[in-house]
Structure formats: C-alpha cells, structure tokens
Nanobody, 123 residues
Framework: QVQLVESGGGSVQAGGSLRLSCAAS????????LGWFRQAPGKEREGVAR????????SYADSVKGRFTISFDNAKNTVYLQMNSLKPEDTAMYYC????????????????WGQGTQVTVSS
C-alpha cells in the first residue's frame, strides 16, 4: 500500500520561501507520478505540480509557474516542492499525491494522498 508522509509546512511572510517534502513508500511501479495539490478554505482542491520521476518530466499550474519547483530524490524516494516568492493566495493545505495510472497526463489521475501540511502566507 502506498504511503505518503508530508512535512515542511509552516507560516511565512509574503515573498518568502518554504520547501515541502513527501516521503513515498509502498509502490512497485517505475512508471508513476507524484504530485502536489492544495486546498484553501472554501475552495476545491487544485493541482499545483506533478512529476514523473522515470522521465524527470514536470507540469505546473499556471498560478505557480516560475515560483514553484517540484523535484524527486530517487535515493530517498522523496518528492519536494520548493516554493519561492510566496503570496497570501498560496495559503492552503498542501497534499502529496501518487498515481500509477500511465501516462499521468492530468490532475485527475491521482488516487493516493498524504495527510496534508499547512502553508500560511501573511501579507
């Protein structure tokens, strides 16, 4: 069973940076994708970034392009989300997600979720 454990959330002022981590375990397939989603109060969950580690291909939501970077450390089975130039509108609960549906060409293919980590950006 796939397990995802996030860490690294917190509070930061606008313009600051945070790095989220997600340790992934229990998966068998090399062709898979890991992603980060977020959900703000009163809003639907939205995809932020996803990565296919086997091809090192990435995709980002328009709202975070140029500010966020997703990466994967094969040795640690950990996916990261480096968030720079944070804005108050980035405030949300951030979730790590996994899918072995291939190719993972969209946000709707993720089926396994972590417990979430809170990110709060103050102005």
């Amino acid at each position: 069973q796939v397990q995802l454990v996030e860490s690294g959330g917190g509070s930061v002022q606008a313009g600051g940076s945070l790095r989220l981590s997600c340790a992934a375990s229990g998966y068998r397939y090399r062709k898979n994708c890991l992603g980060w989603f977020r959900q703000a109060p009163g809003k639907e969950r939205e995809g932020v970034a996803r990565i296919s580690p086997v091809y090192s291909s990435t995709s980002y939501a328009d709202s975070v392009k140029g500010r966020f970077t997703i990466s994967f450390d094969n040795a640690k089975n950990t996916v990261y989300l480096q968030m720079n130039s944070l804005k108050p509108e980035d405030t949300a609960m951030y979730y790590c997600a996994y899918t072995d549906t291939w190719p993972c060409a969209g946000w709707g293919m993720f089926r396994n979720w972590g417990q979430g980590t809170q990110v709060t950006v103050s102005s």
